[in-house]
């Protein structure tokens, strides 16, 4: 598939996924959806790429949200059965990033809004620099404040009462809060977010692959509503696995 909305380059086993509609401050829309779900499929069934830099092209933002002068005849000039069409389509991105077994870093400058907002929570670590700034916009066009996966994985980062809060009033997170918070794990200058976030890369690359794919999938389902029974049977699982793994002789 030719990718015009988005690019998608390798360095050996990283991968660096760009949003690249600056124009249009990188805002996701129909054409966009589409590719970013067919690379997700592709990366699903990739064991080659071992880790994927998530990013936004231009000097302004990561990415602004839905592209409302798209998708407003879609949202509020059809049938309601569209409307689930699309909405579910969209919102499966985020399940699929999560399902993928490459860790994704997002590398974040300027303002991460709506959909921007989810792409940064359902990625894996959040590197950002001092002018990033997060929003849940959807309850500022008229629409509920819980969506693309927002409330579902808010809570969990930074803890419901914050969650609800910033849900519930559109207000922005800036760069200072989210690093208070736990959102995101470090702050540097725009011209060290790239550096930065190869060398996490990096660091997880040098790491044995079948560990890091597995530790990805352990705190998702771990996160997403195990008991802590649950949670020692699969981490429990996954290192007498490894552990197996490592004592077979090499051929």
Known sequence: MEYTTITFTTDGPIGLLTLNRPEKLNAL??????????????????????????????????????????????????????????????????????????????????????????????????????????????????????????????????????AYEFLLTGDFMSAEEAKELGFVSRIVEKEKLMETAREIADKMVSKNPVGIWMTKEAINLNLDGASLEQALHLENRNQAFMITAMKVPKK
């Open 29 to 162: 829309n129909q054409p966009m959806i589409e590719e970013l779900d067919h690379l997700l499929g592709m990366l699903s069934a990739n064991r080659d790429i071992r880790v994927v830099i998530l990013t936004g092209a231009g000097e302004k933002g990561f990415c602004s949200g839905l592209d409302m002068s798209e998708a407003a005849a879609q949202l509020f000039e059809t049938t309601p059965d569209v409307i689930y069409y699309y909405q579910t389509r969209t919102s499966l991105l985020f399940y699929k990033m999560r399902r993928i077994p490459q860790p994704i870093i997002a590398a974040v400058h300027g303002a991460a809004a709506g959909a921007g907002f989810s792409f940064a929570m359902a990625a894996d670590v959040r590197v950002v620099t001092p002018k990033a700034r997060f929003n849940a916009a959807y309850i500022n066009i008229g629409l509920g404040g819980a969506d693309l996966c927002s409330s579902f994985f808010l809570p969990k980062l930074i803890g419901t009462g914050r």
